[in-house]
């Protein structure tokens, strides 16, 4: 079992950067792949960043490929979303996610609540 909490959301000018983070519980979060997925009102939840479980290896969708870079540091169960030049279409609640198999589908094991991320223009 994996527990996920997301922080780090919040209210930021178009242009300016957030830094999201997911804090797992458990001995076994270095085993389990990471991803980020957001869903704005009225839509779809969707697929934004996910890393390997060692970090080697990334996947971005291509609305934030440049500007947000995934990565995670293992010694203290961490997952990180830096968000630079951040546009009103961002604005959503970011969730993270942790599963056995690093997926762009939504086909992850574990969820958290979410963040709310919201982008003034």
């Known amino acids: 079992q994996v527990q996920l909490v997301e922080s780090g959301g919040g209210l930021v000018q178009a242009g300016g950067s957030l830094r999201l983070s997911c804090a797992a519980s458990?001995?076994?979060?270095?085993?389990?792949?990471m991803g980020w997925f957001r869903q704005a009102p009225g839509k779809e939840r969707e697929f934004v960043a996910a890393i390997s479980w060692s970090g080697g290896s990334t996947y971005y969708a291509d609305s934030v490929k440049g500007r947000f870079t995934i990565s995670r540091d293992n010694a203290k169960n961490t997952v990180y979303l830096q968000m630079n030049s951040l546009k009103p279409e961002d604005t959503a609640v970011y969730y993270c996610a942790a599963g056995l198999v690093v997926t762009t589908s939504y086909e992850y094991d574990y969820w958290g609540q979410g963040t709310q991320v919201t982008v003034s223009s």
């Open positions: 458990g001995r076994t979060f270095s085993s389990y792949a």
